[in-house]
């Protein structure tokens, strides 16, 4: 038997242990919090429901290829990998998507490619900050998220930015 197969049931073992030293009813608390995360999936079901439409539309709609050629010559006057270009566009929005991309990356260009390294650390340095915007802000009725958005953007870009330069100066191209 391995640790891992242990560690979940000794976890929960032990949080019964200790609600039971505490004289708490851990039942009634399990189920109470299994009723409010219910109330959170359905209060943030609207905005993910939301976040998915976008990305599909803008997926099948031909946007992100009219961009990507629009932007062709630019990338090729800074060295920027155009293989790249769908995967820094799609990671703010939608992590699934990301990922989607990433594989896709990988597979057609691998792993150990200039190409693949780039995707690796671009998914590991940016974040879904659109998903997160829309999903957690959403969700608590935050409004005003102006200044949030710029600054994961630019956070995001600073990602994409870093990731280049970074392997270009440990792989080199």
Do not use: C, H
């Not at 009634?28 to 359905?42: C, L, P, R």
């Amino acid at each position: 038997m391995k640790l891992a197969d242990i560690i979940l049931p000794l976890l929960v073992l032990f949080i019964i242990i200790y609600g039971i030293i505490k004289k708490v009813d851990v039942y009634d608390e399990f189920v109470d919090g299994a009723k409010e995360g219910v109330q959170i999936g359905i209060s943030i079901f609207p905005y993910i429901l939301g976040m998915i439409l976008g990305t599909n539309i803008l997926l099948k709609s031909g946007l992100l290829d009219l961009i990507f050629k629009l932007l062709s010559p630019i990338f090729e006057f800074i060295r920027f990998p155009k293989e790249v270009f769908p995967l820094a566009i799609l990671r703010p929005i939608s992590g699934n998507g990301a990922i989607s991309m990433l594989n896709m990356i990988l597979s057609n260009y691998g792993p150990d490619s200039f190409i693949g390294r780039v995707a690796s650390t671009m998914q590991g340095s940016t974040d879904t900050t659109i998903y997160i915007l829309t999903l957690y802000f959403g969700s608590v009725g935050i409004k005003k998220t102006k200044y949030a958005l710029k600054a994961g953007l630019i956070a995001d870009l600073a990602g994409i930015i870093a990731s280049i330069i970074i392997v270009s100066l440990i792989f080199g191209k």
